[in-house]
């Protein structure tokens, strides 16, 4: 069924930016441009004095299925996904069992099918197990439809291992994904470490296991001339070597999260797990290199780490609680404040949500082009609201951002042309 | 005057005036435990919970003797640490124990802010005993009775702090304190055992023992877990020993009425010799006594009683 999105200030990054309508048919963007003419029987979406955006895609979230369903599900992330206005999301391997072979994969394509709400793209283990040991069959992940590979959270240590992977990947043009993190730099800690973690008496995470981690991996790109997309970038010295890189043509992309460019280490006071995740949070100082290497370019995407986590996990002691926060549901109105702040032109934080992270695993995603499939945010980038975790899609309620007073609204979500999140519907 | 706090956690968020308040205290309590019958009724009736997760002797049966010449009916609680892997969250454990109508919970946890997360969740009255390497306020508090009780005054005191101050919380509460009341606080280590900018907190870093030393009224020496040989931290205890011991030469060094202070329990021939450890200057028992005393008056301050 056609669904006409009538007077909306649609933008298209690189591609539009105005007053438009957008007509959508058979699952596709068929047409853009003001005065369309509309087939009969057409549902229209009043969009006025809203934004038309290409659906966010999400390069890493944590949908917890199969293994650790009490904490989210595929069904449940992909709700929570669609009302953050994300339509397509990347699965971390991370799950149990680990997606290292294609029936996980498999299974997982199925599940986000059955959902029937956001696009699930599953990234595939590196290593068997992610155990940082023995190759994946990455070929067959490749092949089951997974969009890129990491062993996320367990990082390969080992540099040799890693090269291959590198190398290996390069037959099937596969990004690369890593957590960067130094384990033995890192090994214990549970905070930034610096004088809050020093106060606070908490093992520390020093900034130098990120970036020691970055380096190597850059090098290793320079080497096999592999694709290589760094997950969550957080130090002020991440963001250097990034920028470095690709002023050498290097084939290296990068994210980083709402939390690491809004809050710092601060917010640990008070031995706040809900402000304990990994990457932990950083300085003033990293905060303002994060942000600006979202303004300059250096970092390609806004990617969330939705990391979902039970309430009874998050009670433990802050060394014993699990890290990760959810983030599905406040990346909008988190990057938005970036818009608000001056870093980002309105297009250009539309581009990191959506356009680039497509592009940086190769998704046929994040544009209204004619033929695209219709994947459509609508949103009120001025409506004010507060974060109430309780209210959350996702089974899990582990914010900081709880009690926030936030602007930017996602209004209505359309994946392949069908609408599957309104806000009007979620208030009522 | 009394304290206005539900729970004693820290001593970094306490005022000049509290701390003094709880020092007076404890001198009326030291008298009776001066006394033949070292027993007074202040708590009669009151419940204390020793909740210890961590193995300690000293401290617990401290706030053990201290309630019981309190006249509190005292109840130990160890629950194996494996109860914790098993996942019964902290304060699950501590609802049960209030449940039973504790008055006052002391608390000895491994993890840092596990003070802070029970005192938030129960209704008890909540004493720190040691989270992690976060504070051990009565050890800073009987620390900072012992140093007044050999006539020293804070304002301007030289106090050389010597050791692993990153893992200690001994040391975190004593420099939040010392710092607070007026005193120079030097921190000396080795760098692997010296916190990420520490410096922040008022104190001063050195890295050589002999230069910390000069003129300081107050040692106080940190122990060293000796487990800690083979994480890089230290190469060997016998270099250790060599460079950060405290020797009868080194004590030459400071001025000559200081006083060397260890928490305990001390590695003889380590961090501290044995004839300094057993000379005049020590004042290692008197803190053991007076923390007796100091915990008595917390555990008064802390019970509303007065």
């Given at each position: 069924m056609a669904i006409h999105i009538a007077g909306g200030h649609v933008i298209d990054p690189g591609r539009f930016n105005g007053v438009a309508d957008v007509l959508i048919d058979e699952g596709r963007i068929v047409a853009v441009g003001p005065n369309l003419k509309v087939p009969a029987g057409a549902t229209k979406i009043d969009a006025k004095g809203r934004l038309v955006l290409p659906g966010f895609v999400d390069l890493h979230v944590h949908f917890r299925e199969p293994g650790f369903e009490y904490k989210e599900s595929i069904q449940s992330g992909a709700a929570a996904a669609v009302?953050?206005?994300?339509?397509?999301?990347?699965?971390?391997?991370?799950?149990?069992?680990?997606?290292?072979?294609?029936?996980?994969?498999?299974?997982?394509?199925?599940?986000?099918?059955?959902?029937?709400?956001?696009?699930?793209?599953?990234?595939?283990?590196?290593?068997?197990?992610?155990?940082?040991?023995?190759?994946?069959?990455?070929?067959?992940?490749?092949?089951?439809?997974?969009?890129?590979?990491?062993?996320?959270?367990?990082?390969?240590?080992?540099?040799?291992?890693?090269?291959?992977?590198?190398?290996?990947?390069?037959?099937?043009?596969?990004?690369?994904?890593?957590?960067?993190?130094?384990?033995?730099?890192?090994?214990?800690?549970?905070?930034?470490?610096?004088?809050?973690?020093?106060?606070?008496g908490l093992p520390?995470?020093?900034?130098?296991?990120?970036?020691?981690?970055?380096?190597?991996?850059?090098?290793?790109?320079?080497?096999?001339?592999?694709?290589?997309?760094?997950?969550?970038?957080?130090?002020?010295?991440?963001?250097?070597?990034?920028?470095?890189?690709?002023?050498?043509?290097?084939?290296?992309?990068?994210?980083?999260?709402?939390?690491?460019?809004?809050?710092?280490?601060?917010?640990?006071?008070?031995?706040?797990?809900?402000?304990?995740?990994?990457?932990?949070?950083?300085?003033?100082?990293?905060?303002?290199?994060?942000?600006?290497?979202?303004?300059?370019?250096?970092?390609?995407?806004?990617?969330?780490?939705?990391?979902?986590?039970?309430?009874?996990?998050?009670?433990?002691?802050?060394?014993?609680?699990?890290?990760?926060?959810?983030?599905?549901?406040?990346?909008?109105?988190?990057t938005l404040a970036l818009v608000e702040e001056g870093i980002l032109s309105l297009e250009s934080a539309v581009d990191k949500l959506s356009t680039a992270p497509a592009k940086v695993f190769g998704l046929a995603k994040g544009t209204l082009a004619i033929g695209a499939d219709a994947d459509v945010t609508i949103v009120d980038q001025h409506e004010q609201w507060e974060v109430d975790p309780a209210k959350f899609f996702s089974k899990s309620r582990n914010t900081p951002f709880a009690g926030w007073k936030v602007k930017g609204r996602v209004r209505t979500t359309i994946v392949s042309g069908r609408v599957v999140f309104e806000a009007s519907r979620a208030e009522g | 005057m009394s304290l206005k706090r539900k729970d004693l956690l820290s001593l970094a968020p306490l005022s000049v005036d509290e701390i003094k308040l709880i020092l007076e205290t404890a001198d009326s309590f030291k008298e009776v435990t001066g006394r033949e019958i070292k027993k007074v009724p202040a708590l009669r009736g009151r419940t204390v919970v020793n909740l210890f997760f961590e193995p300690s002797t000293r401290t617990r049966t401290s706030f053990e003797l201290a309630a019981k010449r309190l006249s509190a009916d005292v109840i130990n609680?160890?629950?194996?640490?494996?109860?914790?892997?098993?996942?019964?969250?902290?304060?699950?454990?501590?609802?049960?124990?209030?449940?039973?109508?504790?008055?006052?919970?002391?608390?000895?946890?491994?993890?840092?802010?596990?003070?802070?997360?029970?005192?938030?969740?129960?209704?008890?009255?909540?004493?720190?005993?040691?989270?992690?390497?976060?504070?051990?306020?009565?050890?800073?508090?009987?620390?900072?009775?012992?140093?007044?009780?050999?006539?020293?005054?804070?304002?301007?005191?030289?106090?050389?702090?010597?050791?692993?101050?990153?893992?200690?919380?001994?040391?975190?509460?004593?420099?939040?304190?010392?710092?607070?009341?007026?005193?120079?606080?030097?921190?000396?280590?080795?760098?692997?055992?010296?916190?990420?900018?520490?410096?922040?907190?008022?104190?001063?870093?050195?890295?050589?023992?002999?230069?910390?030393?000069?003129?300081?009224?107050?040692?106080?020496?940190?122990?060293?877990?000796?487990?800690?040989?083979?994480?890089?931290?230290?190469?060997?205890?016998?270099?250790?020993?060599?460079?950060?011991?405290?020797?009868?030469?080194r004590v030459k060094l400071a001025d000559p009425k200081v006083i060397v202070m260890h928490p305990g329990p001390i590695n003889r021939g380590v961090e501290i010799a044995p004839e300094v450890a057993d000379s005049l200057s020590s004042v290692i028992l008197d803190q053991v006594a007076n923390g007796v005393a100091v915990r008595m008056g917390i555990l008064y301050l802390m019970s509303g009683a007065n």
């Open positions: 009302a953050g206005g994300f339509t397509s999301v990347c699965c971390m391997p991370n799950t149990n069992p680990a997606n290292d072979n294609q029936a996980i994969t498999e299974f997982m394509l199925e599940r986000g099918k059955a959902a029937g709400l956001a696009n699930v793209f599953p990234i595939g283990a590196i290593t068997k197990g992610l155990e940082g040991k023995e190759l994946a069959e990455i070929g067959d992940l490749r092949r089951a439809g997974c969009v890129a590979i990491s062993d996320d959270g367990k990082p390969v240590m080992n540099s040799l291992v890693m090269r291959r992977a590198m190398e290996y990947a390069l037959a099937f043009d596969v990004a690369v994904v890593d957590h960067c993190e130094d384990l033995h730099l890192a090994e214990g800690g549970c905070m930034n470490e610096g004088v809050v973690s020093t106060e606070l520390g995470m020093p900034s130098a296991a990120e970036d020691v981690m970055v380096s190597r991996n850059i090098a290793l790109a320079e080497l096999t001339g592999a694709r290589l997309h760094l997950a969550h970038i957080s130090t002020e010295g991440s963001a250097r070597m990034v920028r470095e890189a690709k002023s050498r043509g290097l084939r290296v992309t990068a994210e980083a999260c709402p939390h690491h460019f809004t809050i710092t280490e601060e917010t640990v006071r008070g031995y706040n797990t809900y402000a304990k995740m990994n990457p932990p949070l950083r300085t003033e100082k990293d905060v303002q290199a994060i942000k600006e290497g979202l303004r300059d370019g250096t970092i390609d995407a806004i990617a969330t780490d939705h990391a979902p986590h039970a309430t009874q996990e998050k009670q433990l002691g802050f060394a014993e609680a699990p890290f990760g926060i959810v983030g599905l549901e406040t990346a909008l109105p988190l | 609680f160890s629950p194996s640490s494996s109860s914790v892997v098993k996942g019964e969250t902290l304060l699950d454990t501590a609802r049960n124990i209030e449940a039973m109508q504790a008055d006052i919970i002391v608390l000895r946890h491994p993890s840092a802010g596990a003070a802070q997360a029970l005192a938030r969740g129960v209704k008890s009255a909540v004493i720190n005993a040691g989270d992690g390497w976060h504070e051990h306020p009565t050890q800073g508090l009987l620390d900072l009775y012992t140093i007044r009780e050999r006539g020293l005054s804070f304002e301007g005191l030289k106090v050389a702090i010597v050791g692993d101050v990153a893992h200690s919380r001994v040391a975190r509460s004593n420099i939040y304190a010392l710092v607070k009341l007026g005193a120079e606080v030097r921190v000396v280590g080795p760098p692997t055992m010296i916190p990420a900018g520490v410096e922040k907190l008022g104190v001063r870093v050195y890295y050589h023992l002999d230069e910390a030393l000069r003129d300081v009224q107050v040692i106080m020496m940190l122990r060293l877990q000796l487990e800690r040989q083979g994480k890089a931290l230290f190469p060997t205890i016998r270099e250790y020993a060599r460079l950060y011991g405290l020797t009868s030469e």
